[in-house]
């Protein structure tokens, strides 16, 4: 079997992008109040985004046996669901850019974006419950809970990450990295739509616990590059920030190395860095944490960790696809390991 | 048929708030994080409220033949959104004082209050789906297509009130007032739990478009009286900020009042006045904002003004009414409308 280059991955996620954008573009409501509300809802997703999730969704539900079609309200929903955490996750950050242009609050006041990123959530549930029609009660159900269960975990990870930050906490090592990703990023980015992919494509036949630890893997291989390309990527083409994250003070994989390895007075320039507010960080604080991190070789360790997790997802997807029959969409799903790492944006 | 006098209105409304406020708690999780999420999650409910809306749900369910039990996880979960829009509201409105306590983002910061309001829509969402199992598949639907209903409704209407104040808009009538607190207050505060009480207690027989004219005028009646309580009610008793409504810069029906009446100099100080930021209203400006209030009559206004929709409420009880047996039930929701512009908290 030929793994796919990133060049086809790219086009695949573009397929896909493409199909739920269409699908989602039906639950957005046409009515007043716009200049206040649905133009607002309207606006992250018309920025496109790479389609990740929804790729990962459908394209699931077709390796594990079912109809692009079946797994098209889910994808959707959890498309609209991304679309009111990037919201309300801009807002927590104080973030300035997303998907290249200013974030949602910026343009429009943090009052009505809370209550946009509040609509796309009803929204989200809209197209939930259409599967009740396409995929009978039982089905429909189980994705509700699947969805449910991602929601809870995105939220607890996003809360761990804002208390940290919050109350200024040094002592982490890559294993709280790690958990906290897996609440943060792998539940909704990869092991939910991977999940709900093979319970609609198995008719509720395919063992969705083997595909937790792949897509916790393959998630982590998403964040640790979402890391690297904050910090060293093309802004044009990544759409968030240079550098954001430490303007935002997040516990990135590379700041949590600093904070182990640092002593003496470099590790009093990571902490007193770290207790900072945000507008107190300037671009010379920041271009010393980078000095720091070329120095203790934080850029390589984020890599090479990527390295090793992207290994123990080919494991992963092994033993998780062990009995799925090879498909183009299966063959995709595995390239996505390695595209984790490679991608720019 | 006697009426209720306001005592006993508000010894059934602490009867039903006990038993919703004791089944919520059971969907409120025990596990991490605690202090960054799920003690946020427990806090507003944990500090009571007056359970008009759960209330209003569970009598209705009782007035249309159903039994208590079968309302209460619709009851719960709508308490549990009501309770996500106060704590999203009140980062929306730069709120202080909440029930008698600083609002939840003045004590643990906005970004974990954001995160906290999203969770507690997510566990409305699972109090909704087990109608599942209590109600069957039909009715459950039904509820959920009500409950989607009335976000939209109240996000829409909270949208145009942002709007309005950011925008800095003037030019509204008693008409425009009436048609926001439709979509802000009304929807979720009266018409959709008496709504969805009567499509479960007669297993989805009842005549549910009888009942947004009876919940629209109940509704406008309860935030009349709470624009005026607001103003002059007793901060110890009300658990709100004592004019926070003026700081807050809201189009309440007495600030709509004095834009109509005022003319020259006096509407000159209203415009600045409205025009302001929140940070520069002084308590000076309040106060002579209630001087023109007093010298202007709008107290007065708002008083006869909710008189006479109170009136209406009592014509369109009898039409929404007409086929419901007499109960205590059926009493307490009669006995409400008295009870909305005599409350004083």
Same mark, same amino acid.
């Given at each position: 079997?030929?793994?796919?280059?990133?060049?086809?991955?790219?086009?695949?996620?573009?397929?896909?992008?493409?199909?739920?954008?269409?699908?989602?573009?039906?639950?957005?409501?046409?009515?007043?109040?716009?200049?206040?509300?649905?133009?607002?809802?309207?606006?992250?997703?018309?920025?496109?985004?790479?389609?990740?999730?929804?790729?990962?969704?459908?394209?699931?539900?077709?390796?594990?046996?079912?109809?692009?079609?079946?797994?098209?309200?889910?994808?959707?929903?959890?498309?609209?669901?991304?679309?009111?955490?990037?919201?309300?996750?801009?807002?927590?950050?104080?973030?300035?850019?997303?998907?290249? /242009? %200013?974030?949602?609050?910026?343009?429009?006041?943090?009052? =009505?974006?809370?209550?946009?990123? !509040? +609509? @796309? &959530?009803?929204?989200?549930?809209?197209?939930?419950?259409?599967?009740?029609?396409?995929?009978?009660?039982?089905?429909?159900?189980?994705?509700?809970?699947?969805?449910?269960?991602?929601?809870?975990?995105?939220?607890?990870?996003?809360?761990?990450?804002?208390?940290?930050?919050?109350?200024?906490?040094?002592?982490?090592?890559?294993?709280?990295?790690?958990?906290?990703?897996?609440?943060?990023?792998?539940?909704?980015?990869?092991? /939910? %739509?991977?999940?709900?992919?093979?319970?609609?494509?198995? =008719?509720?036949?395919?063992?969705? !616990? +083997? @595909? &937790?630890?792949?897509?916790?893997?393959?998630?982590?291989?998403?964040?640790?590059?979402?890391?690297?390309?904050?910090?060293?990527?093309?802004?044009?083409?990544?759409?968030?920030?240079?550098?954001?994250?430490?303007?935002?003070?997040?516990?990135?994989?590379?700041?949590?190395?600093?904070?182990?390895?640092?002593?003496?007075?470099?590790?009093?320039?990571?902490?007193?860095?770290?207790?900072?507010?945000?507008?107190?960080?300037?671009?010379?604080?920041?271009?010393?944490?980078?000095?720091?991190?070329?120095?203790?070789?934080?850029?390589?360790?984020?890599?090479?960790?990527?390295?090793?997790?992207?290994?123990?997802?080919?494991?992963?997807?092994?033993?998780?696809?062990?009995?799925?029959?090879?498909?183009?969409?299966?063959?995709?799903?595995?390239?996505?390991?390695?595209?984790?790492?490679?991608?720019?944006?």
């Amino acid at each position: 079997m030929t793994p796919l280059e990133v060049a086809p991955v790219e086009a695949e996620l573009e397929r896909y992008g493409a199909l739920t954008g269409e699908a989602l573009r039906a639950y957005l409501p046409e009515g007043e109040p716009r200049r206040y509300l649905w133009d607002l809802v309207a606006d992250y997703p018309a920025r496109g985004g790479k389609a990740l999730r929804p790729a990962l969704c459908l394209a699931s539900t077709v390796a594990f046996g079912g109809e692009t079609c079946e797994g098209l309200p889910s994808a959707v929903a959890l498309e609209l669901l991304h679309n009111a955490f990037l919201v309300h996750d801009d807002i927590e950050d104080a973030s300035l850019l997303r998907r290249g /242009h %200013p974030t949602l609050h910026l343009e429009h006041g943090v009052p =009505l974006a809370i209550n946009a990123g !509040d +609509a @796309l &959530v009803v929204l989200a549930g809209a197209a939930l419950r259409d599967n009740r029609r396409l995929l009978g009660s039982r089905l429909a159900t189980g994705v509700a809970d699947e969805f449910e269960l991602m929601a809870r975990r995105t939220i607890e990870g996003q809360a761990r990450e804002l208390g940290w930050r919050r109350d200024g906490v040094r002592d982490l090592t890559a294993d709280d990295y790690l958990d906290l990703i897996m609440h943060k990023t792998c539940w909704y980015t990869t092991i /939910h %739509p991977l999940r709900v992919g093979a319970l609609i494509g198995s =008719l509720g036949r395919a063992d969705l !616990d +083997a @595909l &937790v630890r792949f897509g916790f893997y393959l998630g982590a291989a998403f964040q640790i590059q979402d890391d690297v390309l904050n910090l060293v990527g093309d802004q044009s083409k990544y759409g968030k920030e240079s550098c954001g994250d430490l303007y935002e003070g997040k516990r990135t994989l590379m700041v949590i190395h600093l904070l182990s390895e640092t002593r003496g007075d470099d590790r009093r320039t990571v902490e007193r860095f770290i207790a900072l507010e945000r507008p107190e960080r300037t671009a010379e604080q920041i271009a010393a944490m980078i000095a720091l991190m070329r120095e203790y070789g934080s850029l390589e360790f984020a890599r090479e960790f990527g390295l090793g997790i992207a290994a123990a997802a080919e494991d992963a997807f092994e033993l998780a696809f062990a009995d799925v029959p090879d498909s183009p969409e299966r063959r995709l799903l595995h390239a996505l390991i390695g595209w984790m790492l490679e991608r720019d944006s």
